[in-house]
C-alpha cells in the first residue's frame, strides 16, 4: 500500500509532485524523440526489454504523479480530466504520443527530404530513396482529363468556370428573385449544366470538334459524374420517400418495389448491366451514350438510399404538424412543400451529406464498364512498362483528392446544419 | 338558432375499440360550448372529427352546409374555415412567428403578402406578442406559443374554432394569458368548441357544457344548470372529482 501513495500527490506536496512528474514525462518523450529523429540510444547499457519500455514507464510514472482533482493549475486540470483521468488512458496517451513521433521521421524522409520532383523521365527517380513525385508530375494531366485531348484542354476549364459561376448566382439573388432559387437550383441550374457540358465538352457543334466520351477521364470526370448523380438523385429520392409513405396503395407498392430493388442489387452490377446489358434491349438504330447510361444508372441507384434517409426525416417529424398544417386548410402538396419537408430535409442533412460522400467515392466503379476517372487512369499509368513500380505514390495522390474533395463537402454540411438551425 | 355543426348519431371506431358512440350534437352560431370528461372518453376525437382530421365511420357531420364524408372534394376549404389550437401547439418551428401566421392566408386564401402580414400583425397584437414576431417558436415560452398559435389559426379568418385541450401543456402561470385571449375572442362573438378541463373558463364563457365519458355524450346542458344541478351519477362524481 505504501508503494502506491508514494505516488500519490496531495494538495501540500503538489508542487513538488508537479515537478518530479512532468520531469520523468518530459524524460520519457525525450528519450523516444532520440531515439526516433537521431538515432541515439543513450540508455543502451540496459537490459534489452528494460530499455525498450523505460520511456513508458517513466511516462506512466510521471503522468501518476501529477493525477490529482482541482489541482488549481488549470492546464493540468484539463490534462488530468481529458487524458489522464486513469492508468488505463494515461498509458493510451503515452502510446499514441510515442507511435506519433517514431511515425514522423520516415514518412516525412520518404515523402518530402528524400522525395524527387524534378525531370520528365523515370530514370530521374532510379537513384531516390522517398516519393517519385516526378511521376505525378508528368501524369497530372492525364489524372485531370483523362484521354481527353490535350489542345482542347482549355474546353473543360472553361466548362467548369462557368458551372461554378453559375452556381454562385444564388448569394447574389436578391428580394423577390430569392423566392425562385429553389426552383433555379432544382431544374433550371442541371439544365445549363447539361447544355454547357454537352456542347463545351462534348463539342460536335460551333466550330469545336466532337470529342467522345470514351476519351473523357480523369479527376474532370469525377467531378461530372457526381455532379449530375448528386442533382438528379436528390429530387428523385424525394419522391420516393414521399411515395413510400403516401396513404394511395400503388404508389407506395411501387416506391417500395423500387427502393427495396435498387438496395438490394451492388453498384456494380447495376454498371455492368447499364452499358452490357441495356443496349440490348433498344430499338437497333438508337443510341444512348455510354458515359448517359452510367450516370443514369448513378442516379437510379442512389436514390434509392437518398428516398430512405428523407423516410428517416419525414417519419421523425410529429403527427402534430401534419394536424396543424390540415387544419389551416392547405391539401397534400402544400402540406409537403412548406411545412413537412422543409423541417424533415434539415433533419437529414447528415445522412444525405453521408450518401453524397459515398456516391463520390463510389464513382471510381465505372472504371469497370471501361470509364477511367482519376482512379482509374491511375491504373493505367501504373501499369505503363515505362513508369512500373510508382503505385504508392499514385495512391498516395488519389487519397488526398479525394480526401480533400470529400472533407470540403463534410464542412459545408456542417455549415448547412448551423444555417438551417432555428430550434432546440 | 341556425346550426353551424350538426352531429348525427356518429360512431367512431379505432380498430374493434369503439371511441365515439351515438354522437348527437348541434352547434349554432356563435355558441361557445365546452367538451368536458375523463381522459380517454373521446373528447379530442370528437371535435377533430369536425375537421376531418379523424375520420367517423358512421352517421352524419354538417359543418356550415357541408357534409363530411369521403366524396367530400374540397375538404381544405371547409377545413380553412375551421381553426384549431393544439394540445402541443403545432407552430411550424423552422418558420417564425409571423412567417407561421402568414402562411396559410398567402398559400391557400391566396392574400397578397403585405395584406397577410398586415392582418398577422394585428392578430399578433390582439393576443399581445406582436413584440415576438420576427423570433421563432422555439424561442418562446408556452404561453407564447399558445397564443401564437391561437393567432395563427385566426389568420384564415375562420367561422368556427376548435380548441383541443389548449391549456394542457402549459405551467400553470401561463394558463391565465392563454385563457384571457380565448375569453377575449369569445366576446368577440366566434363560434368555439373548447374541450379543457378548466371549469372557470367553462362557468365564464359556455353557453352550454357537454360532459362525455365511454365515448358517449352522457349530459349536456347549460352552464348554470350543468354546475349548479348535474342530473347524471358519473357527472356528479366527475364534478366532484375536479372542483
Known sequence: MKNINILKPNKDNFRTYLFIGITLVFLGV????????????????LPNLLNFLLPFILGLVGLQMIRLEYSGVKLVDTVNKNINNNIFNAGLTLFIIFITILALPPSLNWMIFDANISGDTKEACVAVEGACWTYIKVWLRRFMYGMYPNEFHWRINTAFIILISFAFVGFFAKGKFKNYLTFYYA?????????????????????????????WGGLSLTFIVSFFGLIFCFPLGMIFALGRRSELPVIR???????????????????????????MFLPAD???????????????????????????????????????????????????TFVILPQALKLVIPGIANTFLALVKDTPLIFVVGLSEVVGMLQMAKTNPKWLGYAMEGYIFAAVLFWAICYAMSRYSQYLELKYKTDR | MSAIIQMKDVNKWFGDFQVLKDINLEVG????????????????TLIRCINRLEEHQKGKIIVDGNELSERTKDIEKIRAEVGMVFQQ??????????DNCTLAPIWVKKTP???????????????????????????????????????????????????????????????????????????????????????????????????????????????????????????????????
Open chain 1, 253 to 279: 407498392y411501387i416506391s417500395i418495389g423500387y427502393i427495396e430493388f435498387w438496395r438490394g442489387v451492388p453498384l456494380i452490377t447495376v454498371l455492368f448491366m447499364s452499358s452490357v446489358m441495356f443496349p
Open chain 2, 29 to 44: 352560431e356563435k355558441q361557445k360550448i365546452v367538451v368536458c370528461g375523463p381522459s380517454g372518453s373521446g373528447k379530442s
Open chain 2, 113 to 243: 403578402k403585405k395584406k397577410a402580414e398586415d392582418f398577422a400583425m394585428k392578430q399578433l397584437e390582439q393576443v399581445q406578442i406582436s413584440d415576438q414576431a420576427s423570433k421563432f417558436p422555439g424561442q418562446l415560452s408556452g404561453g407564447q406559443q399558445q397564443r401564437a398559435a391561437l393567432a395563427r389559426a385566426l389568420c384564415m379568418e375562420p367561422k368556427i374554432m376548435l380548441f383541443d385541450e389548449p391549456t394542457s401543456a402549459l405551467d400553470p402561470e401561463m394558463i391565465k394569458e392563454v385563457l384571457d385571449a380565448m375569453v377575449n375572442l369569445a366576446k368577440a362573438g366566434m363560434t368555439m368548441i373548447v374541450v379543457t378541463h378548466e371549469m372557470g373558463f367553462a362557468k365564464e364563457v359556455a353557453d352550454e357544457v357537454v360532459f362525455m365519458d365511454e365515448g358517449m355524450i352522457v349530459e349536456k346542458a347549460k352552464t348554470n344548470e350543468f354546475f349548479a344541478n348535474p342530473k347524471n351519477e358519473r357527472t356528479k362524481l366527475f364534478l366532484s372529482q375536479i372542483l
Open chain 1, 286 to 336: 438508337t443510341f444512348v451514350d455510354k458515359l448517359v447510361r452510367v450516370v443514369a444508372a448513378i442516379v437510379l441507384f442512389e436514390a434509392a438510399y437518398v428516398a430512405e434517409v428523407i423516410r428517416g426525416g419525414l417519419q421523425a417529424l410529429p403527427r402534430g404538424q401534419y394536424d396543424a398544417a390540415k387544419s389551416l386548410g392547405m391539401g397534400y402538396w402544400k402540406m409537403q
Open chain 1, 30 to 45: 525525450f528519450d523516444v524523440f532520440l531515439r526516433s529523429f537521431f538515432m541515439v540510444n543513450f540508455l543502451s547499457f
Open chain 1, 187 to 215: 431544374i433550371i441550374y442541371p439544365i445549363i449544366a447539361f447544355l454547357i457540358i454537352y456542347f463545351l465538352i462534348s463539342g460536335g457543334s460551333f466550330g469545336l470538334e466532337w470529342v467522345e466520351t470514351n476519351a
Open chain 2, 89 to 98: 401547439f403545432n407552430l411550424f418551428p423552422h418558420l417564425s412567428i409571423l
